[in-house]
Nanobody, 122 residues
Framework: VQLQASGGGLVQAGDSLRLSCAASGRTFTNYKMAWFRQSPGKEREFVGAITWNLGTTYYADSVKGRFTISRHKPENTVYLQMNSLKPEDTAVYYC????????????????WGQGTLVTVSS
C-alpha cells in the first residue's frame, strides 16, 4: 500500500486549504482512511477518518465543523478540506489507512503516507 499526501502550504488564519491523499497498492474495501497531524513537540493526533465503502466520517472535536473528509473512489483519493484555519492547526498532516478496531487509535493504521506540512500564520 502506498499513500501520497499533498496540498500543504503556508496560509493565514481564517483561510482554507485542501489536502489530498492518493492511495494505491490494493483495494480499500472495508478500510478506514484517516488523517492525523503532529505539531512540534506533540504526539501525533487523530484529525478525522472516513470509511471507504459507505463514506461514514469521524472527526476530532477540535476540527469538527471546520474540516471535512471525503473520498473519490474512481481516483482512489481521500481529501481533507480545512476551513477557518487557526494557528493551532499548524502541523504535519499524515494520511493513513487501516482497519482499526477504534477509529482514533493510531496503532490501528499500518499504512502511512509521508506527511505534508500545513502552516497557519496569525
Amino acid at each position: 500500500v502506498q499513500l501520497q499526501a499533498s496540498g500543504g502550504g503556508l496560509v493565514q488564519a481564517g483561510d482554507s486549504l485542501r489536502l489530498s491523499c492518493a492511495a494505491s497498492g490494493r483495494t480499500f474495501t472495508n478500510y478506514k482512511m484517516a488523517w492525523f497531524r503532529q505539531s512540534p513537540g506533540k504526539e501525533r493526533e487523530f484529525v478525522g477518518a472516513i470509511t471507504w465503502n459507505l463514506g461514514t466520517t469521524y472527526y476530532a472535536d477540535s476540527v469538527k465543523g471546520r474540516f471535512t473528509i471525503s473520498r473519490h473512489k474512481p481516483e482512489n483519493t481521500v481529501y481533507l478540506q480545512m476551513n477557518s484555519l487557526k494557528p493551532e492547526d499548524t502541523a504535519v498532516y499524515y494520511c493513513a489507512a487501516g482497519v482499526p478496531v477504534l477509529t482514533t487509535d493510531i496503532g490501528g493504521y499500518p499504512h502511512w503516507g509521508q506527511g505534508t506540512l500545513v502552516t497557519v500564520s496569525s
